[in-house]
């Protein structure tokens, strides 16, 4: 069965989609090659008339061949065929010079550099709602249907379409009854045509999500087959992708089913319709009012001609492709960033404050944070404790401004974190995630990015203070091991050191530790708790920590319950309070107890 394709927009039927359709070619290819790709499709347009009238001259051409003794006549309109024909190449030629330039393989590439930098700023909550293999089929597929075959397709259409019908138009000029009859050709394909092009249209959206979801299904079943062949659940995750390729094949049938049909149909009104051409031809030479020799012109302009037209309507589906995939671009350009709220400011001071915030997640049932209230000091460590699920994540999230609470207000130095330019948040925080991400370069590149313009002593110093030293000299290139290859060979305690190196160089005066330490052994998380320590002093820093133990420390503790603050102090005052700190604390003992006895 066939699904319906979530958001799929209303779809004009007439000829003003073709418009939008360009409108949205000329909009993708940017400013600078918009009038270059406007002239080669005029170009293209005005190739496929030449060549229909082109064609049209070979009537005028044979019946002057056959009834003048005089071969002058047949001469010239034998070079008004030639003039037309190579106009026609000529034109081709120049409308695809704009591919030949390279200037669509630019476009595509500028396109791209223009869904990067979006990907850059859309609020995250969005982003993290996509799938990676859905942004990267978009970013590499869709970009290549939209522009790079864009002129072939159009070119192929306009062949199909014009110069039939400047053909027709051309013989009405020489013979106005075969002429008219062949006109009539169009207004019966036309209705056919607009019946058919918004099922086309659903059925190539909806195809094109089905190719979206399979790529983001193959990305994630590779990402995740270490851990899945670890669970013995390969097989089992192998069937969904299996399921997700058959849903696909599905679709494709059904497209094919549905498509056959108005193929045919449009097929069998044109092949008519010629036949009657040439029947009226026939009638007409047996009547005498015409020469046989402009009916065996008209023959071979109709035996030219049947196939662009029954064939047409395969090629719009080739648009329909590109248009699907503009759309989709289209939609993914237009997501709008976090506003910024006017005037913008800087923070000079680095405490932060949670002012009455309550959060709700887009898709998300209920408050994920309500009414939190605190106060974190300049320079004052302190650690988020509470349930799994409870909003410590959440809370972080604020503070990066992945997205912003929907009542109450977080602050940096005073200063609402929507004034604040979002590259300015960027560098005034640092994060250390359990899960590091390292990139596809080497050792030295992975740890510059949290300093792009770091040199390499600086560099270097980061790594020393993080406790990178010992494992990157045993690496088989040192510092220039690219890490693409053997990333999945360091421990998890050595891909958090570089990370934390990366944080020491970027130097932000805010520091978010979301449990770097957790899912380390002791020796491992010794060293990077020196690297830890380099990182945190002088900075103010909040901890995410399941471990009551590791933080003990802190200036701070905030208990959270279903996104409350349920209560804040130190570990000691804490414990003598009693209530929900104490609980933890005591089930925490009870557990390491348990673990020791057994
Ligand atoms: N993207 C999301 N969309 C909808 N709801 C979400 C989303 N992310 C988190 N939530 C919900 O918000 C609540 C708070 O989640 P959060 O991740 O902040 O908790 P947490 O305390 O960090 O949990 P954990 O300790 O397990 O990481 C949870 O109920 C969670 O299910």
Redesign the pocket.
Known sequence: MMQKAANVPPRKTSASSFLTTFRQLADSVGPEAAPGLRWSLAGLIAAAAFQGFGLAAIAPLFTAAATDPDLSRALIWFGVMIALMGTASGLRWFAQGFDFDGRMVRATWRLRGQLGAKLREIPL?QL?NKRAGELNSMVLGNVDENLLYALTVLNLVFTAIVTPLCAAIGIVMFDWRLGLLLLMIFPAIVPLYRWRRPALGRGKRILGQAHQEASADVLEYTQGLPILRAAGRAGEKAEKLSQTFHKLESIQAFGHRKGAKPNIIVASVVELGLVAVLGLGVWLVVAGSLHPATLGAVFVIVVRLSEPLSTFILYTAMLEVMEAALERIGALMATKPLPQTEPAQVPKEFGIQFKDVNFT????DGQ?ISGFNADLPERSLTALV?P????????TRLLLRHFDPQNGAVTIGGVDLRQIPADRINGLISVVFQDVYLFNDTVLANIRMGRPEATDEEVRAAAKAAQCLDFIERLPQGWQTPLGEIGGRLSGGERQRISIARALLKDAPIIVLDEPTAALDTESELAVQRALDALVSQKTVIV?A?RLSTIVGADQILVIED?TLMQAGKHADLLAKGGRYARMWAAQGAVKKWSVAS
């Open positions: 909550e993290q997640y887009a898709q998300g994920a509470g799994s699920g409870c909003g410590k994540t959440t809370l995410i399941h996104g």
